[in-house]
């Protein structure tokens, strides 16, 4: 079935600091990709997305690019500020198109001043 | 306009007891989802409906678990009786259809003693 893989976290880092969040996926079709952030104590919030093969999602200085080569959609920012702190999920939606999303483990990022 | 609502945000109950959770999707959204999270599995969906009408409960972890929607406005997934292992942050989200982007409530965080 459809699967998302994270790197496996806590990602450290200093404050202005180039950041990557690997994500690779598995399916069997044409997803759409997301990446979500939770802030502690909150819900998940859509962060960017992308829909087709090259499309490149930003949002935030954020930035990810669907890679369908390498089934991949890496999370990148150049400079990362402390408020930036949270746990990053990877996901796609299933290719029976039912528009369910299967998410990646997520990935925490802490981001020291 | 409003996010997706749940209530009650904390909850603390004792082994055995009935737990309700309640989640309004956002207005003009007719895809609903439950999803929990915890530390061990991450974040997994339980249950969605389309219409209002349940189109995937594979999810759901056992018979104690059951979930309703019996407008397009309200839904509730009950535990009963509800256990220690059944701690975990539920979520409540809602969109448009399939394709379109999920939005997520801010939680529902149970704790069972």
Redesign the interface.
């Known amino acids: 079935g459809d699967s998302v893989t994270q790197m496996e976290g806590p990602v450290t880092l200093s404050e202005e600091a180039f950041l990557t969040i690997n994500c690779t996926y598995t399916a069997t079709g044409y997803p759409s990709l997301f990446w979500y952030v939770q802030y502690p104590g909150e819900g998940l919030q859509l962060l960017l997305k992308a829909t087709k093969a090259d499309d490149k999602g930003s949002n935030k200085g954020f930035e990810a690019t669907y890679r369908k080569e390498t089934t991949s959609f890496h999370l990148e920012k150049g400079s990362v500020q402390v408020s930036d702190s949270a746990v990053y999920f990877c996901a796609l939606s299933d290719s029976s198109n039912t528009g369910k999303l299967i998410f990646g483990q997520g990935t925490t990022l802490q981001v020291k001043p | 306009d409003a996010g997706?609502i749940q209530s009650p945000r904390h909850e603390v109950t004792e082994m055995g007891q009935e737990v309700t959770l309640r989640c309004k999707p956002i207005s003009g959204h007719n895809?609903l989802?439950w999803y929990r999270q915890t530390m061990m599995r991450?974040?997994e969906?339980l249950i969605?409906f389309?219409n209002n009408v349940p189109?995937?409960d594979s999810g759901m972890p056992e018979d104690r678990f059951s979930a309703k929607m019996p407008n397009a406005s309200f839904s509730t997934l009950k535990i009963q009786p509800s256990e220690p292992r059944d701690s975990a942050v539920y979520?409540c989200?809602s969109?448009r259809?399939?394709?379109?982007?999920?939005?997520?409530?801010?939680?529902s965080w149970l704790t069972v003693v």
Do not use: Q, R
């Not at chain 2, 259809?97 to 999920?102: A, L, M, V």
């Open positions: 997706v895809s989802f991450g974040l969906l969605y389309n189109i995937d979520f989200a969109s259809g399939s394709g379109n982007t999920i939005y997520f409530g801010e939680g």
